[in-house]
């Protein structure tokens, strides 16, 4: 595996515990703030790995030239080099519940259709029986908190509002993903 797939998987594994943490706000920050650094690495180690590679200039800089281009690149460059020149990411008070998946409730049971990021079902069910007096929405698996990010005083921080951090990580990861891909099959 290269370095730039294995700083892939730390963003990766970081975006996991983040979304699992998502009813401990302390925890939530501290792997908010370790996705943050661990996805920017990944651009850090594809420029350290392929710098004397033919073609891989050109390549890099249509990839920067896309990335300036796209709210979402442009967001997380911008939030990381203010949480660590400026300070800390803040997420807001606000909160809000997000359904993880479909859920069908029955009187001696909840049949959950689990549910991608996307919205799209996965093909996977879980009967959870004797759920009478539970209150489901207190779990991670089928719940998370929604958190936001506080409104932060520079431009380029207020160019998406109303989505949640899990969301816009989600999608960040999403697009890294691609260009990783295409790096790989490119350069490896």
């Not at 998946?101 to 990021?117: A, G, P, R």
Request: a positive charge; one cysteine or more; proline letters at 1%.
């Amino acid at each position: 595996m290269s370095k730039v797939n294995d700083k892939y998987q730390e963003a990766l594994f970081f975006f996991e515990k983040l979304e699992s943490a998502s009813f401990n706000k302390n925890e939530y920050q501290f792997y908010l703030s370790a996705f943050i650094n661990a996805s920017r690495n990944i651009s850090y180690a594809i420029q350290k790995e392929s710098k004397h590679k033919d073609d891989f200039s050109t390549w890099w800089n249509k990839k920067r030239k896309q990335m300036k281009e796209d709210k979402v690149m442009i967001f997380f460059y911008a939030l990381r080099n203010y949480s660590l020149k400026e300070a800390d990411n803040k997420i807001s008070g606000n909160t809000g519940f997000q359904m993880r998946h479909l859920l069908e409730f029955n009187k001696s049971y909840v049949k959950v259709t689990i549910l991608d990021h996307c919205g799209n079902k996965t093909g996977e069910e879980i009967i959870l029986e004797n759920c009478k007096g539970v209150n489901i929405t207190s779990n991670p698996e089928l719940f998370e908190r929604m958190y936001f990010f506080d409104k932060i005083e520079k431009i380029e921080l207020n160019l998406i509002n109303f989505v949640s951090v899990t969301e816009l990580c989600y999608y960040y990861l999403g697009k890294l993903s691609i260009i990783v891909k295409e790096y790989e099959e490119k350069f490896n």
